[in-house]
């Protein structure tokens, strides 16, 4: 049947809620629905919600709220929640919400389409097949250098703040070869970089496949420039997998190691499954085998039974590591979860003052890292045109680090070499030195 439904998809979380919306404009438009990237032109909008801390409800919440107060004037509109917010939240939100005409979790996007043409029915679609993978969905991706392929979906560690378990069930791994052909498909179609998606990357387990396996295997794929993983546990980082970071040209020298805390107690409390000091042989390994390795973290503020002094170990650890980057959260108790009726809850001042404290200590260690790169020349693939200025571009260094090119017109893929001459807290500014390849085209 021929559908010319026009339907608009905003995304909120993580890169895996950004590669589920790309699954399903990719259902969609196998079934003749077209995607628009204007919200007002919309048959049809779906917000694919993260639920991860409270904060990241309240923002599709809002959202959401905005977009049904215009089926006062537009009765047609139809409005669906999907992602880990539609799993965890939905039957609350289908009482609070009833205008509300679809509510999915991340397992239930198979028959999307045909759920929607049977509409007013709401549907609250239950992960009963816990085994998809989607293995055989294409997404549909926006064009550029830059893809995600999920190599997994789900997460069988029981960190005791998470909900992610609770909303994307158990950890599937899809086949080696079937993301190793997706790989190549991508190559074809000009796609110079893949970040491989995961809960848990390092524990992919397929048929006897492991993560290094199918990292090497990708890497050795023609045409495939930079290879980027996220997220990875500590418990499951593998010297081999360091190995091959440091080997492989292609695989990108940036790892994504979220510690958490840096208080043995509050990690066993967490459930984390490592100590501290198992931590920092993992950094000191890849300090030595990975010249210019850029590591990045997650750190929560303010755990259940957290101390001061386990906040001080915190601190500690942040300062001996010396981060790239880091995502610093306030501790959010989400229900369900077993910290959420643990008690000894910190209060809510003291919180948000050592999420402060750990927050400023990580901006003056970035703000050094990248004083001490001014002056160098790093390899930068171009990603986009810069947010700030028609005139300049935006690219990221192999270690991940964001770069603007000032004054230049070049394509998307294109890798050149840059000068960098300041930095602000986030990014680095540099000028262009050379183009590296013969993608780039430079016109100015
Ligand atoms: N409260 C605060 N932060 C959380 N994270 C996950 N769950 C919670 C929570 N309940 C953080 C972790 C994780 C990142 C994706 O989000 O640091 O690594
Ligand atoms: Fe991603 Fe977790 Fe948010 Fe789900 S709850 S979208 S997995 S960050």
């Given at each position: 049947m021929n559908?010319?439904?026009?339907?608009?998809?905003?995304?909120?979380?993580?890169?895996?809620?950004?590669?589920?919306?790309?699954?399903?404009?990719?259902?969609?438009?196998?079934?003749?629905?077209?995607?628009?990237?204007?919200?007002?032109?919309?048959d049809i909008v779906l917000v694919t919600g993260c639920t991860i801390r409270e904060h990241a409800d309240?923002?599709?919440?809002?959202?959401?709220?905005?977009?049904?107060?215009?089926?006062?004037?537009?009765?047609?509109?139809?409005v669906g929640l999907l992602g880990c917010l539609g799993q965890r939240a939905g039957p609350e939100w289908q009482e609070m919400l009833p205008e509300l005409d679809l509510i999915l979790g991340p397992d239930a996007y198979r028959n999307i389409h045909f759920l929607l043409q049977n509409l007013p029915k709401k549907s609250f679609v239950e992960p009963e097949n816990i085994l998809e993978d989607y293995d055989d969905i294409p997404p549909l991706r926006k064009k550029g250098a830059s893809a995600f392929i999920a190599i997994s979906r789900g997460c069988d560690h029981n960190c005791t703040y998470c909900i992610v378990p609770f909303t994307r069930g158990r950890e599937?791994?899809?086949?080696?070869?079937s993301i190793v052909k997706e790989v190549g498909n991508l190559v074809e179609e000009g796609f110079k970089e893949v970040t491989l998606l995961g809960q848990n990357v390092n524990s992919y387990s397929n048929n006897g496949d492991s993560f290094p396996d199918l990292l090497e295997k990708i890497s050795e794929i023609r045409g495939i420039k930079r290879i980027r993983f996220t997220t990875s546990h500590p418990k499951d980082l593998s010297e081999r997998l360091v190995g091959i970071i440091r080997d492989k040209e292609n695989v990108c020298s940036h790892v994504h190691l979220p510690v958490q805390s840096g208080s043995d107690r509050v990690l066993k409390i967490m459930g984390r499954e490592y100590t501290s000091?198992?931590?920092?042989?993992?950094?000191?390994?890849?300090?030595?085998?990975?010249?210019?390795?850029?590591?990045?973290?997650?750190?929560?503020?303010?755990?259940p039974g957290e101390t001061e002094e386990d906040h001080q170990k915190t601190l500690k650890l942040v300062e001996e590591v010396e981060y790239d980057s880091a995502f610093t959260f306030k501790y959010s108790p989400r229900e369900g979860t077993p910290a959420c009726t643990m008690g000894n809850n910190v209060p809510e001042p003291v919180k948000t003052s050592r999420l402060n404290e750990v927050s400023t200590l990580q901006r003056s260690i970035t703000a050094k890292k990248n004083q001490e790169i001014i002056g160098k020349t790093v390899k930068v693939m171009i990603e986009t045109v810069s947010k700030r200025s028609p005139e300049d571009m935006l690219g990221k260094t192999d270690g991940g680090k964001n770069v603007i090119v000032p004054n230049v017109k070049l394509n998307p893929g294109a890798f050149c070499s840059v000068r960098i001459v300041a930095t602000s807290s986030q990014?680095?500014?540099g000028?262009?030195?050379e183009v590296l390849d013969d993608n780039g085209s430079m016109t100015n």
């Open positions: 559908n010319s439904k026009k339907v608009f998809i905003r995304t909120y979380g993580c890169q895996m809620n950004v590669y589920d919306s790309e699954l399903v404009s990719g259902i969609l438009k196998k079934n003749d629905y077209s995607i628009v990237h204007d919200e007002g032109s919309a309240q923002r599709a919440l809002g959202y959401i709220r905005q977009v049904l107060a215009r089926k006062k004037t537009n009765s047609e509109l139809i599937r791994s899809r086949p080696l070869n000091d198992h931590y920092l042989r993992i950094i000191d390994l890849m300090k030595r085998e990975i010249p210019d390795v850029c590591i990045t973290t997650d750190i929560i503020s303010g755990y990014t680095l500014f000028q262009l030195e």
